[in-house]
C-alpha cells in the first residue's frame, strides 16, 4: 500500500481547538515532510523532520516523528478558519540511489468560525 | 523561473482527443513528479523523473499515458485517446532530488483537466 497514510482523513473542529494529524509509513525514511493544499491546487511545503529528530516546532505547528512506531504527528495550535485545507505528510528515501519524495492521501482539515 | 510553472491551467478536451500538459521545474531541481488528483482525492502518483531518466513509472495508469524529460528540464505529460475518467487536476512537483541538496518539492498550481 502507500507510503504515507494519513488518518483522520477528515476531521472538523471549533476555531481555537488544536487539530492532531497522524502519517504512518512503512519503509525507513531520511526525512518526513507536512505540506498544505488550499482549493486542490499546489501543495505548500510547511515544515521537514529529519530521521534523527524527534520533535520540531514551527509557529503554531509542532511536528514529531516516532522512527520506532513509523509515524508522524501534526499538531496545530489554536486553530484559525484559515487553517482550513488538506494536509499531506511525505517521506523521502533512497531509491535507486536517489532520494524518492512519496505523499499520503491527505487528511481534509475544517476549522469551524 | 521563481517557481514551477504548468501549462495550461485548464484544458477542455473531447473524448478520444490526445493532451499534452507542460511542467517546467525550478532551475537546477533534478527530481520531478507528477501526480493526479481526482476532485476532492488525494495525490495518486504517476511517475517519477531524476534527471532525463524515469527510475519510477509505477504509477502511469494506462498505456495511454506517457512522460518524457528533455534535457533535464522540462517534462510533457502525455494522454491518448483521453476518457472521462481521466478527467483531474495534474500536479507537477520538482525537488533538488539529493540529502545533501534537499527534498523538499515545490509544486507548480496544477492543469485541470476536463474530458467532455
Known amino acids: 500500500s502507500q507510503q504515507g497514510e494519513e488518518d483522520p482523513q477528515a476531521l472538523s473542529i471549533q476555531e481555537g481547538e488544536n487539530a492532531t494529524m497522524n502519517c504512518s509509513y512503512k519503509?525507513?525514511?531520511?526525512?518526513l515532510q507536512w505540506y498544505r493544499q488550499n482549493s486542490g491546487r499546489g501543495l505548500v511545503h510547511l515544515i521537514l523532520i529529519r530521521s534523527n529528530e524527534r520533535e520540531k516546532h514551527s509557529g503554531r505547528l509542532r511536528v514529531t516523528l516516532d522512527t520506532s512506531k513509523k509515524s508522524s504527528s501534526l499538531l496545530i495550535t489554536a486553530s484559525r478558519a484559515a487553517d482550513t485545507a488538506s494536509y499531506f505528510c511525505?517521506?523521502?528515501?533512497?531509491?535507486?540511489?536517489?532520494?524518492?519524495?512519496?505523499f499520503g492521501i491527505g487528511t481534509k482539515l475544517q476549522v469551524i468560525p | 523561473g521563481a517557481g514551477v510553472s504548468q501549462s495550461p491551467s485548464n484544458k477542455v478536451t473531447e473524448k478520444g482527443k490526445d493532451v499534452e500538459l507542460r511542467c517546467d521545474p525550478i532551475?537546477?531541481?533534478?527530481?520531478l513528479y507528477w501526480y493526479r488528483q481526482s476532485l476532492g482525492q488525494g495525490l495518486e502518483f504517476l511517475i517519477y523523473f531524476q534527471g532525463n531518466s524515469a527510475p519510477d513509472k509505477s504509477g502511469l495508469p494506462s498505456d495511454r499515458f506517457s512522460a518524457e524529460r528533455t534535457g533535464g528540464s522540462v517534462s510533457t505529460l502525455t494522454i491518448q485517446r483521453t476518457q472521462q475518467e481521466d478527467s483531474a487536476v495534474y500536479l507537477c512537483a520538482s525537488s533538488p532530488g539529493s540529502v545533501i541538496r534537499g527534498t523538499e518539492a515545490f509544486f507548480g498550481q496544477g492543469t485541470r483537466l476536463t474530458v467532455v
Open positions: 519503509t525507513s525514511i531520511n526525512n
Open positions: 511525505a517521506t523521502d528515501r533512497n531509491s535507486g540511489g536517489y532520494q524518492k519524495v512519496t
Open positions: 532551475s537546477g531541481h533534478t527530481a
